[in-house]
T-cell receptor, first 114, second 112 residues
Framework: NAGVTQTPKFQVLKTGQSMTLQCAQD?????MSWYRQDPGMGLRLIHY???????DQGEVPNGYNVSRSTTEDFPLRLLSAAPSQTSVYFC?????????????FGPGTRLTVT | GDSVTQMEGPVTLSEEAFLTINCTYT??????LFWYVQYPGEGLQLLLK?????DKGSNKGFEATYRKETTSFHLEKGSVQVSDSAVYFC???????????FGTGTSLTVIP
């Protein structure tokens, strides 16, 4: 199993550009989520999904869109990049049934917006 | 709502020193508790977990006990190594629903 994969690993955008961060998992997990990690603020939840066709907002959803057309994939779209979106982005997945299942994380995407 | 509070860093220790990183939580039900570790340039990896009160999670010499009476899950290691240098995150998963809550992370540097 590859686990959770993310592409790209690094990206530089100009203000106003759009892009999609890709995330895929091969563990048949129902629950997937996107976090951003900023210095001194830990991990903040952007969006999450409890299954194909179902998504919801997390703590910091503004400026981001998600969709979940398959169990495996959960892309994150930046509609119009802003310097405040410079961050490291992590995708994660877990089983949604049962409270004791841990999340598995991808390696992250480091995004810089100039 | 649910939340996790962990001690702020950074923490710098000499090799073979004793490590404690404090973590307390707020939850309405009976959450599962986790410690994750992030090595430089990598994603988070599960270090250990505990799913009910008085459970002790352990891995790679690290331990943490789920204390419901004090709502705590402190991470300990008796003798740290340089290779333990990383950022450590405490997290909880609520017993209803799917959402995880993470602390802000504690950076540990171990010097030879």
């Amino acid at each position: 199993n590859a686990g959770v994969t993310q592409t790209p690993k690094f990206q530089v955008l100009k203000t106003g550009q759009s892009m999609t961060l890709q995330c895929a998992q091969d563990m048949n997990h129902e629950y997937m989520s996107w976090y951003r990690q900023d210095p001194g603020m830990g991990l903040r939840l952007i969006h999450y999904s409890v299954g194909a066709g179902i998504t919801d907002q997390g703590e910091v959803p503004n400026g981001y869109n998600v969709s979940r057309s398959t169990t495996e994939d959960f892309p994150l779209r930046l509609l119009s990049a802003a310097p405040s979106q410079t961050s490291v982005y992590f995708c994660a997945s877990s089983y949604s049934q049962g409270w004791n299942y841990e999340q598995y994380f991808g390696p992250g995407t480091r995004l810089t917006v100039t | 709502g649910d939340s996790v509070t962990q001690m702020e860093g950074p923490v710098t220790l000499s090799e073979e020193a004793f490590l404690t990183i404090n973590c307390t939580y707020t939850a309405t039900g009976y959450p599962s508790l986790f410690w994750y570790v992030q090595y430089p340039g990598e994603g988070l990896q599960l270090l250990l977990k505990a799913t009910k009160a008085d459970d002790k999670g352990s891995n790679k010499g690290f331990e943490a006990t789920y204390r419901k009476e004090t709502t705590s899950f402190h991470l300990e290691k008796g003798s740290v190594q340089v290779s333990d240098s990383a950022v450590y995150f405490c997290a909880l998963k609520e017993d209803t629903g799917n959402q995880f809550y993470f602390g802000t992370g504690t950076s540990l540097t171990v010097i030879p």
